[in-house]
């Protein structure tokens, strides 16, 4: 029988103090929420291991939640004030969006598989967690019925951003994407500031891909 809690401890200790994870608002937040919560009932016992967890059905497009390390560097280069309204960008079963649920003001979950969705709502509902909101549609063309947000988080690796996510950034608000492929990709943070949106390279991470977030294909005879 797994001790979760104790699992939990060990993975903010030795998994997430280890990457430079700092500030105690992130740890607290990773040592609250119950991972295995968010886990297929079949990979619970693994939920605390420092690895990606497959969440999606089997025959549709591979979708994680993920590993908590860089998870929680992410988390903490977007500096989450208890008042911001943050867009969490693919949010599989709900577990990125309950870790900031405990940073910010409120947050809306974004996902694009209506079956995920629904698996995050039950989540969330479970742990009585009422500052997130699940919506569905299309990843890349973000929720402007509710924008603008002070804070943006693409839950795995993408090739660019588009501009509908751009323009749902606030003034002064953060865009947190880790931008590439493989052991080259970096985590970027784009900040909106007097009206135009900058971006600059923070750290090299490795995370899996978000889909439908790919450069379009340059037209060639």
């Given at each position: 029988?797994?001790?979760?809690?104790?699992?939990?401890?060990?993975?903010?200790?030795?998994?997430?103090?280890?990457?430079?994870?700092?500030?105690?608002?992130?740890?607290?937040?990773?040592?609250?929420?119950?991972?295995?919560?968010?886990?297929?009932?079949?990979?619970?016992?693994?939920?605390?291991?420092?690895?990606?967890?497959?969440?999606?059905?089997?025959?549709?497009?591979?979708?994680?939640?993920?590993?908590?390390?860089?998870?929680?560097?992410?988390?903490?280069?977007?500096?989450?004030?208890?008042?911001?309204?943050?867009?969490?960008?693919?949010?599989?079963?709900?577990?990125?969006?309950?870790?900031?649920?405990?940073?910010?003001?409120?947050v809306v979950a974004l996902e694009s598989d209506d079956g995920l969705a629904a698996t995050a709502r039950a989540n969330l509902t479970a742990l009585d967690?009422?500052?997130?909101?699940?919506?569905?549609?299309?990843?890349?063309?973000?929720?402007?019925?509710?924008?603008?947000?002070?804070?943006?988080?693409?839950?795995?690796?993408?090739?660019?951003?588009?501009?509908?996510?751009?323009?749902?950034?606030?003034?002064?608000?953060?865009i947190i994407a880790v931008v590439g492929a493989g052991l080259a990709a970096k985590a970027m943070i784009y900040t909106r500031s007097g009206g135009s949106?900058?971006?600059?390279?923070?750290?090299?991470?490795?995370?899996?891909?978000?889909?439908?977030?790919?450069?379009?294909?340059?037209?060639?005879?």
């Amino acid at each position: 029988m797994v001790d979760f809690a104790k699992a939990r401890t060990t993975m903010v200790d030795c998994q997430i103090r280890t990457v430079d994870v700092t500030e105690y608002d992130v740890l607290d937040a990773f040592a609250a929420v119950p991972r295995e919560t968010f886990a297929p009932d079949h990979l619970k016992p693994l939920a605390y291991i420092d690895e990606d967890i497959l969440v999606s059905a089997p025959g549709s497009a591979p979708r994680y939640v993920m590993e908590p390390g860089p998870l929680a560097k992410l988390v903490q280069l977007a500096e989450v004030q208890s008042t911001d309204k943050v867009l969490d960008v693919g949010t599989t079963t709900g577990y990125s969006a309950a870790i900031l649920s405990r940073l910010a003001g409120s947050v809306v979950a974004l996902e694009s598989d209506d079956g995920l969705a629904a698996t995050a709502r039950a989540n969330l509902t479970a742990l009585d967690i009422s500052n997130v909101e699940v919506v569905v549609g299309p990843l890349t063309e973000g929720f402007a019925a509710k924008a603008p947000y002070d804070v943006i988080l693409l839950e795995g690796a993408v090739e660019v951003i588009p501009p509908a996510l751009i323009d749902q950034i606030g003034e002064g608000g953060r865009i947190i994407a880790v931008v590439g492929a493989g052991l080259a990709a970096k985590a970027m943070i784009y900040t909106r500031s007097g009206g135009s949106v900058s971006g600059r390279p923070v750290f090299n991470t490795s995370v899996r891909t978000l889909p439908g977030f790919a450069k379009p294909k340059a037209f060639s005879f």
